[in-house]
């Protein structure tokens, strides 16, 4: 087995492994600071790695993130599941791209593994918490089907001018959807004695994901 693939079936273990906890964990303001945490990271996620993988080589990539932000603007004033499966496809799309990148490494070394590793924890819990207008049993699959895309992604070969183009709306549609998440969750009740807490988890979740990628 090559050592990408190894790397990528790793990651997504860490990621299902993210979906778990969110999914085991009862109580309802545990599950809103696990969220923001995997927020937080998302955003960090968007702007320190996938925003660059969109606009690297190619110089229409922030218009891209641009138009996915107003697609999903627009998507979510006529319906908010569609909203949270164009998210899905963004963020499994972003999953595919990571096994492209990685089966393209020619050394992968124990710390790039650590960092590779590490960022996907609450990636899982983020693509879990986003499905909210989904079935539990169907979303926990779903969630899962996720994940998966990164060992496949480590087999498959996308042209890089299709790639970039997708990568910067998957980006938008990811800023767009988890901004609307913290909304939602600052707007309800139980969390409004909250706020010191969500902004710190979420501020932890973007320094681990900065951290990450730094180390990616």
Known sequence: MKASLMV???????????ITIYVKTKNTVTKSLLACLGLGFMYAIVIADI??????????????????????????????????????????????????????????????????????????????????NIKSKFKYVLAVGISLLIPLGSIIFIPENLAKPIIGLAAGAILFTVTSSFRTILSKKDTEYLYSKIATMAFIGAIIGGVSCLIV
């Open 8 to 18: 990528a079936i790793m990651m997504m273990i860490a990621e299902v492994c993210g």
């Open 51 to 132: 925003l660059p993988d969109a606009t690297e080589n190619f110089r229409f990539g922030y218009l891209a993130c641009i138009v996915g932000i107003l697609c999903m603007y627009l998507i979510s004033r006529k319906s908010s599941r569609i909203g949270t499966y164009s998210t899905v496809v963004g963020m499994g799309f972003h999953n595919i791209c990571e096994g492209i990148i990685l089966s393209a490494l020619t050394t992968i070394s124990p710390i790039l593994i650590v960092g590779l590793v590490m960022h996907k924890l609450p990636e899982g819990m983020v693509s879990f918490s986003l499905l909210e």
